[in-house]
């Protein structure tokens, strides 16, 4: 995998994230690539329910959220995540083939939206202009930041 | 695939073919335009503004073959091209107006469009010439329409920053949709939207610019920075439009185009390339930047002094029900009309008579200008309806080999939008009649010591309460012997009856269906639309058609229609024990009679008026009653260029009657156009003229029966 400068927190900590995915197999795919970003992954969810109680518990710095899942879709999840916390940045990550329901989860407060499969240097591009100001780009591998 | 839900997207679909069919108009015209003038930059952006749009729009309704064209074509809407198609660029402009219209219908009849290879192999034709592979580059045009320019010109006008901001969306990116709704987030972030284009959310693959304005309290860098949306932007566009003066760098016009970092995998890396155009202010006024900023903006620029319109774009049936609703008044009205009227005669002394008349004189001039206002609605210039002429002269004229000059007079005259529907469709059969049928070839012209194009007039006016639209042309005129001779080989009429017919007996014959004068049918005229149907069609509207021609000189035809359909001043008279009405626009003027004075000829009754003889219809015939009185009145009435009377037992008065259609299957006859119902609640039946005319009177076909 491509080498990325680190971006982490402007207080120079690790951004946290919350991963949610009904596959497991894509929940560990994104979350190596934001850990090599040099960002921790305080939780994962496999469905909309779990996802919204976990951001409660871990109140993360950033969500990637899937679009279909059992129990509560992504953009239920997103929407009702939102609602509660309005600064919320939620990462609608999807297929295709689900455009409608990206759009449907922009309206409702959704930051941003990658593509599936992920590509780590969009991931990275998302995840920077996302975080915007309250990212900073450590200049090189610092050894303090570690997962 | 839609992304709205049903009901929105059937209204939504309506609008589409609404503005799409002005559109296509436009796109007509502007291809006329640029026949007469190729490579004229200005027409060429406008034509390419109109294709853009339709292509928005055609992809926000999911009409995936409409909007791949108006793209392919669109990109061919260069200058340069135009420059080197050598004036074929107005063909295509005017073959696309074509297609794009048969594909239209055919979704709007949820069809299989037409491929329209021809226009593609067209567009193939010219853009393979010119074989430079230009760049991709981001091309803003920032056209923004009345309400949009209105919008924004309020945002400047309360001194807020306002940006015109591109985006150029990563060819890369397969979620156009996704794109277009994550640009409106940003945006929203970045300051409050005032416009964008296109301005519904797209699922379209071919989405490639997103347009915007927004009034923001952030700088340009700042948005511009907001704008990069890795993934999905691969270029944006900020550009200042109005604003307060700021420090003296924002002054400058600044337009900088910035490459996304991403995806450079493909192009040599190029980091946030920066095009910096200054332009000098000469005042510090915001407005005068917006002008000099792109060539682009100066369109827009240019109709933003103007104070923008306020047009309100209206269902027709809700005006309807204004109508409706105002003919109840009028029925209202009457009925205390009547009402008070009684109460006179009761308590002739009563002091209350005269603030009743008061009261109802207002009440009546309220209703009045009510009315009028109404029908005000409803009126449209009859531009709309010559506008489409020039590209069917133009067609008819080149496909036989004619020259001919369209002159159109009146198009301001203003007339009600259902009659205008209607009348369409027999007026272009007229004008490619005149083009085709009308106007010699440039060669049988000059020799006949006429100048080689012919001219085809159209013009309209008020005549009374009817409005008069004229076509003529000054072509061979139509021969009346030839007529003569088809009519008698086709047997419509007998060699017997020709020295009884007069001239415009002769001429009506036109209208007969099965007769055509040209020698052969081309394919314009002699196809469905017949002059019979011409006629038809001003029967339903109540309306006439008269011709008038001279040999050698040209041919005019006169179409008379009233203003409108919904409300009639009529004159009331009783046959036998029922009312009948008849518009007061037909009624020339009302006689006497005796018995005596009534000559049979023909087996027609007659009478003479002064040096004329009219033919007499006995009304009191339609319900069967032969009843003769010894005087009787004549209500004279003219049908085209005859006068008839009728005869009827008791004249009632005038009076404004709301037409109340008959269109259920209660009443099966063509003699009645319509009923309306009187302040005492009696029914009025309103006669349909040309019917009870050719049923009763002496027409052409009794002619050929009887003799």
Same mark, same amino acid.
């Given at each position: 995998?491509?080498?990325?400068?680190?971006?982490?927190?402007?207080?120079?900590?690790?951004?946290?994230?919350?991963?949610?995915?009904?596959?497991?197999?894509?929940?560990?795919?994104?979350?190596?690539?934001?850990?090599?970003?040099?960002?921790?992954?305080?939780? $994962?969810?496999?469905?909309?329910?779990? *996802?919204?109680?976990?951001?409660?518990?871990?109140?993360?710095?950033?969500?990637?959220?899937?679009?279909?899942?059992?129990?509560?879709?992504?953009?239920?999840?997103?929407?009702?995540?939102?609602?509660? #916390?309005?600064?919320?940045?939620?990462?609608?990550?999807?297929?295709?083939?689900?455009?409608?329901?990206?759009?449907?989860?922009?309206?409702?407060?959704?930051?941003?939206?990658?593509?599936?499969?992920?590509?780590?240097?969009?991931?990275?591009?998302?995840?920077?202009?996302?975080?915007?100001?309250?990212?900073?780009?450590?200049?090189?591998?610092?050894? =303090?930041?570690?997962? | 695939?839609?992304?709205?839900?049903?009901?929105?997207?059937?209204?939504?679909?309506?609008?589409?073919?609404?503005?799409?069919?002005?559109?296509?108009?436009?796109?007509?015209?502007?291809?006329?335009?640029?026949?007469?003038?190729?490579?004229?930059?200005?027409?060429?952006?406008?034509?390419?503004?109109?294709?853009?749009?339709?292509?928005?729009?055609?992809? *926000?309704?999911?009409?995936?073959?409409?909007?791949?064209?108006?793209?392919?074509?669109?990109?061919?809407? !260069?200058?340069? /091209?135009?420059?080197?198609?050598? =004036?074929?660029?107005?063909?295509?402009?005017?073959?696309?107006?074509?297609?794009?219209?048969?594909?239209?219908?055919?979704?709007?009849?949820?069809?299989?469009?037409?491929?329209?290879?021809?226009?593609?192999?067209?567009?193939?034709?010219?853009?393979?010439?010119?074989?430079?592979?230009?760049?991709?580059?981001?091309?803003?045009?920032?056209?923004?329409?009345?309400?949009?320019?209105?919008?924004?010109?309020?945002?400047?006008?309360?001194?807020?920053?306002?940006?015109?901001?591109?985006?150029?969306?990563?060819?890369?990116?397969?979620?156009?949709?996704?794109?277009?709704?994550?640009?409106?987030?940003?945006?929203?972030?970045?300051?409050?939207?005032?416009?964008?284009?296109?301005?519904?959310?797209?699922? *379209?693959?071919?989405?490639?610019?997103?347009?915007?304005?927004?009034?923001?309290?952030?700088?340009?860098?700042?948005?511009?920075?907001?704008?990069?949306?890795?993934?999905?932007?691969?270029?944006?566009?900020?550009?200042?439009?109005?604003?307060?003066?700021?420090?003296?760098?924002?002054?400058?016009?600044?337009?900088?185009?910035? !490459?996304? $970092? %991403?995806?450079?995998?493909?192009?040599?890396?190029?980091?946030?390339?920066?095009?910096?155009?200054?332009?000098?202010?000469?005042?510090?006024?915001?407005?005068?930047?917006?002008?000099?900023? *792109?060539?682009?903006?100066?369109?827009?620029?240019?109709?933003?002094?103007?104070?923008?319109?306020?047009?309100?774009?209206?269902?027709?049936?809700?005006?309807?029900?204004?109508?409706?609703?105002?003919?109840?008044?009028?029925?209202?009205?009457?009925?205390?009309?009547?009402?008070?009227?009684?109460?006179?005669?009761?308590?002739?002394?009563?002091?209350?008579?005269?603030?009743?008349?008061?009261?109802?004189?207002?009440?009546?001039?309220?209703?009045?200008?009510?009315?009028?206002?109404?029908?005000?609605?409803?009126?449209?210039?009859?531009?709309?309806?010559? @506008?489409?002429?020039?590209?069917?002269?133009?067609?008819?004229?080149?496909?036989?080999?004619?020259?001919?000059?369209?002159?159109?007079?009146?198009?301001?005259?203003?007339?009600?939008?259902?009659?205008?529907?209607?009348?369409?469709?027999?007026?272009?059969?007229?004008?490619?009649?005149?083009?085709?049928?009308?106007?010699?070839?440039?060669?049988?012209?000059?020799?006949?010591?006429?100048?080689?194009?012919?001219?085809?007039?159209? +013009?309209?006016?008020?005549?009374?309460?009817?409005?008069?639209?004229?076509?003529?042309?000054?072509?061979?005129? /139509?021969?009346?012997?030839?007529?003569?001779?088809?009519?008698?080989?086709?047997?419509?009429?007998?060699?017997?009856?020709?020295?009884?017919?007069?001239?415009?007996?002769?001429?009506?014959?036109?209208?007969?269906?099965?007769?055509?004068?040209? &020698?052969?049918? !081309?394919?314009?005229?002699?196809?469905?639309?017949?002059?019979?149907?011409?006629?038809?069609?001003?029967?339903?509207?109540?309306?006439?058609?008269?011709?008038?021609?001279?040999?050698?000189?040209?041919?005019?035809?006169?179409?008379?229609?009233?203003?409108?359909?919904?409300?009639?001043?009529?004159?009331?008279? @009783?046959?036998?024990?029922?009312?009948?009405?008849?518009?007061?626009?037909?009624?020339?003027?009302?006689?006497?009679?005796?018995?005596?004075?009534?000559?049979?000829?023909?087996?027609?009754?007659?009478?003479?008026?002064?040096?004329?003889?009219?033919?007499?219809?006995?009304?009191?015939?339609?319900?069967?009653?032969?009843?003769?009185?010894?005087?009787?009145?004549?209500?004279?009435?003219?049908?085209? +260029?005859?006068?008839?009377? %009728?005869?009827?037992?008791?004249?009632?008065?005038?009076?404004?009657?709301?037409?109340?259609?008959?269109?259920? #299957?209660?009443?099966?006859?063509?003699?009645?156009?319509? &009923?309306?119902?009187?302040?005492?609640?009696?029914?009025?039946?309103?006669?349909?003229?040309?019917?009870?005319?050719?049923?009763?009177?002496? !027409?052409?076909?009794?002619? =050929?029966?009887?003799?």
């Amino acid at each position: 995998m491509d080498q990325f400068p680190l971006i982490v927190r402007k207080d120079r900590k690790p951004i946290r994230y919350l991963v949610v995915d009904d596959s497991v197999f894509a929940r560990k795919n994104v979350a190596k690539m934001v850990e090599s970003f040099g960002g921790e992954i305080v939780g $994962e969810a496999g469905d909309g329910c779990t *996802a919204i109680t976990e951001y409660d518990r871990t109140t993360p710095d950033m969500v990637l959220m899937d679009i279909t899942m059992p129990q509560m879709e992504g953009i239920e999840a997103a929407e009702r995540i939102v609602r509660a #916390h309005p600064d919320a940045r939620i990462v609608m990550v999807s297929s295709v083939g689900y455009q409608e329901n990206i759009v449907a989860a922009l309206q409702k407060g959704a930051r941003h939206f990658v593509q599936k499969p992920v590509k780590a240097e969009i991931l990275y591009e998302v995840i920077k202009y996302v975080m915007g100001d309250d990212a900073v780009i450590a200049a090189a591998a610092v050894q =303090g930041v570690n997962p | 695939m839609s992304f709205f839900s049903d009901e929105r997207s059937s209204e939504l679909r309506e609008l589409f073919f609404e503005s799409a069919t002005e559109l296509l108009q436009s796109l007509n015209e502007n291809g006329l335009e640029l026949e007469k003038r190729p490579g004229d930059e200005e027409i060429i952006r406008q034509v390419r503004r109109t294709v853009h749009t339709l292509k928005g729009d055609s992809a *926000a309704c999911g009409y995936q073959e409409l909007s791949d064209l108006a793209h392919q074509l669109e990109d061919l809407l !260069t200058p340069e /091209i135009a420059s080197s198609s050598n =004036g074929t660029l107005a063909d295509v402009v005017l073959i696309a107006a074509d297609t794009f219209s048969s594909m239209l219908s055919a979704y709007r009849g949820n069809l299989q469009p037409p491929s329209g290879e021809e226009l593609r192999l067209q567009i193939l034709a010219l853009t393979s010439k010119p074989s430079k592979a230009t760049p991709y580059k981001l091309q803003a045009r920032f056209a923004w329409n009345e309400y949009e320019q209105m919008v924004i010109q309020d945002a400047a006008g309360k001194g807020e920053t306002v940006y015109n901001i591109a985006f150029g969306i990563d060819q890369n990116c397969p979620m156009r949709g996704a794109a277009m709704q994550l640009i409106r987030n940003v945006l929203q972030d970045c300051g409050r939207l005032l416009a964008i284009e296109p301005d519904h959310i797209t699922l *379209a693959a071919n989405l490639d610019v997103v347009e915007a304005a927004i009034a923001t309290g952030y700088d340009a860098q700042w948005i511009r920075k907001k704008c990069k949306i890795p993934a999905v932007i691969s270029e944006v566009l900020v550009e200042r439009l109005a604003g307060p003066a700021e420090s003296s760098d924002d002054v400058l016009d600044i337009v900088q185009h910035v !490459t996304a $970092e %991403l995806h450079t995998e493909n192009e040599p890396a190029i980091r946030a390339e920066e095009v910096i155009t200054v332009t000098p202010e000469t005042s510090s006024n915001g407005h005068s930047s917006q002008a000099a900023a *792109a060539p682009s903006a100066e369109s827009a620029g240019s109709s933003f002094s103007n104070v923008p319109e306020t047009v309100l774009r209206v269902d027709a049936d809700r005006i309807d029900a204004v109508l409706n609703l105002v003919g109840e008044l009028i029925i209202g009205k009457s009925m205390l009309h009547q009402s008070i009227n009684e109460f006179d005669k009761r308590f002739p002394k009563d002091a209350l008579k005269g603030r009743f008349a008061d009261a109802m004189a207002f009440q009546a001039r309220i209703i009045n200008d009510l009315q009028k206002s109404v029908m005000k609605i409803r009126m449209v210039p009859v531009e709309q309806l010559f @506008r489409r002429f020039p590209r069917v002269v133009r067609d008819v004229a080149k496909s036989c080999n004619k020259e001919v000059a369209l002159v159109m007079n009146g198009q301001d005259t203003d007339l009600d939008k259902s009659i205008l529907d209607m009348l369409a469709e027999p007026l272009a059969h007229l004008v490619r009649n005149a083009v085709d049928h009308g106007i010699e070839s440039p060669a049988e012209r000059i020799s006949a010591g006429k100048p080689a194009q012919g001219t085809v007039k159209l +013009d309209s006016y008020h005549h009374g309460n009817q409005i008069v639209v004229e076509v003529s042309d000054d072509g061979r005129g /139509i021969d009346k012997n030839k007529l003569i001779n088809k009519a008698i080989e086709c047997n419509v009429i007998t060699a017997a009856d020709v020295p009884n017919m007069s001239e415009n007996q002769v001429l009506e014959l036109v209208f007969h269906p099965g007769l055509s004068t040209a &020698a052969q049918v !081309t394919n314009i005229s002699g196809r469905g639309v017949g002059m019979d149907v011409v006629r038809t069609v001003l029967n339903r509207l109540k309306g006439t058609i008269s011709i008038k021609t001279a040999m050698g000189k040209g041919a005019t035809f006169y179409l008379k229609v009233p203003l409108t359909l919904a409300i009639i001043k009529a004159l009331l008279f @009783r046959v036998t024990d029922r009312i009948y009405a008849v518009p007061l626009a037909s009624v020339m003027e009302i006689t006497r009679a005796t018995e005596h004075q009534v000559h049979v000829v023909d087996h027609q009754d007659i009478v003479q008026m002064r040096d004329e003889v009219l033919t007499l219809i006995h009304l009191n015939r339609l319900i069967n009653q032969h009843t003769k009185a010894k005087r009787f009145f004549v209500v004279v009435i003219q049908l085209a +260029d005859r006068k008839y009377g %009728l005869v009827v037992d008791q004249l009632i008065g005038e009076e404004e009657l709301v037409i109340k259609a008959l269109d259920d #299957h209660l009443v099966s006859t063509d003699l009645v156009s319509g &009923a309306s119902i009187l302040g005492d609640g009696t029914v009025v039946l309103i006669l349909n003229i040309p019917n009870v005319i050719g049923r009763f009177g002496r !027409t052409l076909k009794m002619v =050929g029966a009887t003799a």
